[in-house]
């Protein structure tokens, strides 16, 4: 067993792993080039990965380079020099005027994060967008804001990593859903509120692990039923009015019900659909994956979070389209192949340590490459003897430094840690932060156009009535105290869907959603019925009951 650096928890190297760290060491002229053994535990590589990732933190500023008012990932005071995503993608800058001589008496990251402040960073993450200008991280959609990591939706208002869907708030790992409200993994899903983990179910509420069901309330792993409430069949007028009856409790209350009900029932230990050999949760079309996380179409891959085809790799987040022989990456993708120890490569191959870079090949600790470029070192082109010469050189500083194998040091990422996602999934107080020489920003909310403020306790319950100038109110978020605002097209959907005004802000939302999911974490526990040995995100302690697939299918079926 090894001890992480980070965490300090003990975590093992299987020989599995060996074998990984093999086949994805890199070659160069003709000569591999072996990566080390991680010095952080799976969850830490992870964790580090994503503190370079800023989803949900937008500022008012102008572009460097065009100069015209945008909203953009960095606030008007970042030491980085910020271009739109226009001017980024366009001719009009080159990213090799920034290169940089190799210096062998430096550490390589302090030479990168050099180039980082003076190379022209992507001031959002947007690409096909229609009218979704409060949209980072998102691709070919329309009308939507705040839902980091989605595409092809239309009105997706707030949440994270949503597809093919329309008309959806609050919503998390929703694909083809519409008429959908704060709900968590969800496919196929259409007019319901607060679903978990559902599939093929319509004008359902409260409703957790459930598939092909209709008009169900307050109920939890069910298959193929209609008018049910607590999972007992009702009658469809006894349904409608106690249904009716039930929705005028507060949204705090219900919750509480429903958290308390499908807890009572018995948990599948793993979500998994069509997969084999696999381990891990949420996730679908896999092969071969061990230790993954909400991914799909995964071949002879480990430790990866929120994957899309991807094959033969290990320790990648936010990494989707034909991605082979990838290790320690965190976002981008779109055939990617023999990529290492990258943040956002996208079209990338046999290339290592990038920054947001695109159409790199054989480029060696490159930032912001976005037209089609080889033989780079620190952005300084060179032939490719040169280049075949000087790698191996730089791998053997890097050795000796110990950087060789590691991703970026979070110390080095162009934002503060609580800007970005790493600090979702490990909330630390700025007093950790800064100890650990990674960078903090005290961050405060600026409304625009208010006309009063109001505590969400003053809210009418009923959406009927809420008037049309609430868009110009600032609510008070119960739980935070955060001031927040009433969208158009939000205050449409409630009235449309029949919901109250939340009472929370935007951010606390998506974070109790979010915490409605188990902890991305395997523990060994047996099963409650034939007590056979089981890996779950349950963890022993837990008062759930956990079944195998085996046991939890003939439960429900």
């Known amino acids: 067993m090894k001890q992480c650096t980070q965490c300090k928890s003990s975590f093992e190297v299987t020989d599995l792993d060996r074998q990984f760290y093999d086949k994805l060491s890199p070659i160069v002229a003709g000569k591999k080039y072996p990566l080390p053994e991680p010095v952080f535990c799976p969850q830490c590589r992870c964790h580090r990965r994503i503190t370079f990732r800023n989803e949900r933190h937008l500022y008012h500023r102008k572009c460097d380079l065009c100069w015209q008012s945008k909203i953009l990932c960095y606030p008007a005071d970042s030491p980085y020099t910020v271009y739109c995503h226009e001017c980024w993608l366009s001719d009009k800058w080159d990213a090799s005027n920034y290169g940089l001589e190799f210096d062998f008496s430096r550490p390589f990251f302090e030479q990168f994060d050099e180039l980082m402040k003076s190379v022209p960073k992507m001031g959002m993450m947007q690409f096909n967008n229609e009218n979704s200008p409060y949209a980072n991280w998102l691709a070919y959609s329309k009308n939507s804001m705040m839902s980091p990591g989605s595409y092809y939706v239309d009105t997706c208002l707030y949440g994270r990593k949503n597809q093919n869907s329309r008309d959806i708030v609050d919503c998390v790992n929703c694909d083809h859903c519409d008429l959908l409200y704060s709900s968590i993994n969800c496919n196929q899903c259409y007019q319901s509120q607060h679903l978990l983990n559902c599939r093929n179910c319509s004008e359902c509420f409260y409703v957790a692990n459930s598939t092909r069901c209709k008009n169900c309330f307050m109920c939890s792993d069910l298959v193929g039923k ?71 179409d995964v071949e002879d891959s480990r430790y990866l979070y929120d994957c899309v085809t991807v094959k033969d790799s290990m320790d990648l987040t936010n990494f989707d389209e034909k991605i082979e022989r990838c290790y320690e990456i965190s976002a981008g993708g779109d055939r990617c192949q023999r990529v290492l120890c990258s943040f956002c490569p996208i079209i990338c191959s046999d290339s290592l340590y990038l920054h947001v870079c695109l159409y790199a090949q054989n480029c060696f600790g490159c930032d912001g490459i976005h037209q089609k470029t080889s033989y780079s070192i620190l952005n300084k082109k060179y032939s490719k003897e040169e280049y075949e010469q000087l790698v191996p050189k730089i791998i053997e500083h890097m050795n000796k430094t110990g950087e060789w194998g590691i991703y970026f040091s979070p110390s080095i990422s162009p934002f503060s840690y609580n800007e970005t996602f790493a600090n979702e999934l490990s909330t630390l107080s700025k007093e950790e932060v800064l100890a650990r020489g990674w960078k903090w920003r005290d961050l405060k909310d600026h409304l625009q156009d208010v006309q009063k403020t109001i505590s969400a306790n003053r809210l009418p319950h009923s959406i009927a009535n809420i008037p049309d100038d609430i868009l110009n109110w600032a609510i008070v978020c119960e739980k935070t105290g955060r001031p927040f605002k009433v969208q158009p097209a939000e205050l449409k959907f409630y009235r449309k869907m029949n919901i109250p005004v939340p009472h929370c802000h935007p951010d606390q939302r998506y974070l109790d959603l979010v915490h409605l999911r188990n902890p991305r974490h395997l523990y060994s526990r047996k099963c409650a019925k034939c007590q056979s040995e089981i890996q779950t995100t349950y963890p022993p302690e837990r008062p759930e009951t956990v079944y195998c697939e085996s046991c939890y299918l003939s439960s429900i079926y």
């Open 226 to 296: 209609e008018y049910h409430i607590n999972n007992q069949p009702c009658s469809k007028e006894d349904y409608e009015r106690r249904v009716s009856a039930k929705m005028k409790l507060s949204p705090v209350d219900l919750m509480q019900g429903f958290s308390t009900f499908s807890g009572s029932t018995p948990k599948r230990f793993q979500n998994q659909i069509n997969c084999q050999d696999s381990l891990g949760d949420y996730i679908q079309n896999c092969k071969n994956a061990t230790f993954c996380f909400d991914c799909f």
